[in-house]
């Protein structure tokens, strides 16, 4: 049962705060490393889009939590579904937000499509849901990019209560997302993960392992 619903978009820390999650015991956390590790749960995000989706745990029974795409575009039926569920808003400046989205997981978008499972699997519905979903086809465009993304972030604080929102930097570190979720601060170091340098590695790890590394032993 999802107890956490994490409404921010990809690039905003989201695979460092699905580690912190898990460290917390909201675990497993879902992300689109999830789906890249098992494409075949690309699936169910596609029946999502078409509007067929009426138990949300036939896609994410099992998981605690959810963070970053897909499970961002959803965050209102989410939130329908489980009523009890806290709501995470991770957020970043948007200028930054843009170009790192742009460096990073939009150039999978530009290459050229390949006989892999993101190519074959994951690509047509992923396109679909984000960048002629969310963006309309004009993510090139950065005003309007950074748009969307503005109105996202305002909609999901305008439409949670305020008791069951926190909007979020992970740079905050472990204090107010502890105090939000009413557990202990670890004594590790919040996690640093998937940052623009590495990602395409971990990508390529997630895909070839078909799991999600942690960086805690624990």
Known sequence: MVKIIGAGFGRTGTASLKAALEHLGFGPCYHMLEVIAKPERVQGWAR???????DWETVLGGFESTVDWPGCTFWRELLDFYPDAKVLLTVRDPEKWYDSVNSTIYQFVKEEPGDDDFSA????????MIWNGTFDGRFEDRAHA??????HNAAVQAEVP????LTYQV?????SLCDFLGVPVPAEDFPHVNDSASLRGLVEQVSREGEVPSPFNS
């Open 48 to 54: 999502a889009l078409d509007g067929e989706i009426a």
């Open 121 to 128: 699997k994951l690509r047509p519905t992923i396109e679909r």
């Open 146 to 151: 950074i748009k969307v993304f503005e109105e």
């Open 162 to 165: 305020s008791d069951r929102l």
């Open 171 to 175: 740079g905050e570190g472990w204090q």
